[in-house]
């Protein structure tokens, strides 16, 4: 797969491992999608030849070409595509995003399941712009959840990067979160954090409080991550100044674009907004095929 579908900045083990995510996502999507086979495609000759034009029709951030080629190169690996707009850069309404020339059956077999990638993650770069842009010059970072579509989890994580946020652990297997449940099933905040430490897996560790209490015993416990779960603005100011700069601190629940500037403004370090990845609203776009 060539490398210039993904946008800039990506360690070669993140690569790796979106690279194999298209490979996985698109594979499903086709099988999805065709089955057996796509029988309104076969009423067209075998050899016929097409070309398609991608327009978006609404202003957006562009995300998901890898996924989008792939699609394509699938069903007719000689396909070619020219894109004309970039990976992680605005699109506007009414602009030729590509042009793919190649087998007809195929462009049309492919069109859904590649358009639906494109829209979905494009979805999901352009709601993280808007949450990025609104905390700009505050110090603060937008980040993702766990809180993915089932099965492209690596794929909306991505789009969170293209979009200007950053990503969370990806699964349980690669970072630690304390929730209430883990505190109490171990005996309390102090109990929990050192069975985290005497793990000893180099993962990140994070403890998520509900008050300043908790945040104090966190704080005492070594505690150097700590989500603060459902804070209102006074308590986040007052969080942040207890901290003083023992732990970095994440604002969690309740986030919205009326209010994420003023939450960066109490001096977090980071929110994290489940929204991102849960609430996606597919980009509007066209394709529009003409045989050759």
Not at 260 to 286: F, P, W, Y
């Amino acid at each position: 797969m060539n490398m210039h579908p993904f946008i800039s900045g990506l360690s070669p083990e993140e690569t790796r491992r979106l690279q194999e995510a298209v490979l996985l996502n698109t594979a499903a999507a086709l099988e999805e999608d065709i089955g057996t086979g796509d029988l309104t495609a076969s009423l067209l000759p075998a050899d016929r030849r097409a070309h398609a034009r991608v327009i978006s029709r609404e202003d957006a951030v562009l995300c998901g070409k890898a996924w989008f080629e792939a699609c394509f190169h699938a069903i007719d690996a000689r396909a070619a595509i020219r894109w004309h707009a970039r990976e992680g850069e605005p699109m506007h309404a009414g602009q030729l995003l590509c042009e793919v020339d190649g087998n007809a059956r195929a462009l049309l077999s492919a069109e859904r399941p590649a358009l639906n990638f494109l829209q979905t993650l494009s979805g999901t770069a352009t709601l993280t712009r808007r949450y990025a842009e609104k905390v700009r010059d505050t110090g603060a970072v937008v980040m993702d959840t766990r809180k993915t579509l089932p099965g492209l989890r690596l794929a909306q994580k991505y789009a969170v990067r293209a979009g200007g946020g950053a990503n969370q652990r990806s699964g349980l297997y690669d970072g630690i979160l304390i929730k209430e449940n883990h505190i109490a099933a171990a005996g309390g905040i102090a109990e929990v954090l050192q069975a985290a430490f005497a793990l000893d897996t180099r993962v990140p560790i994070q403890i998520e409080v509900e008050n300043l209490d908790e945040l104090e015993q966190a704080l005492t416990a070594g505690a150097r991550l700590i989500l603060l779960d459902n804070f209102g603005l006074d308590e986040l100011r007052a969080a942040v100044a207890l901290a003083d700069g023992r732990a970095m601190l994440e604002a969690s629940g309740n986030i919205t674009l009326d209010n994420i500037r003023a939450v960066a403004e109490t001096g977090v370090q980071r929110i994290s907004i489940g929204s991102l990845t849960k609430h996606v609203r597919a980009v509007d776009l066209s394709m529009r095929i003409a045989t050759l």
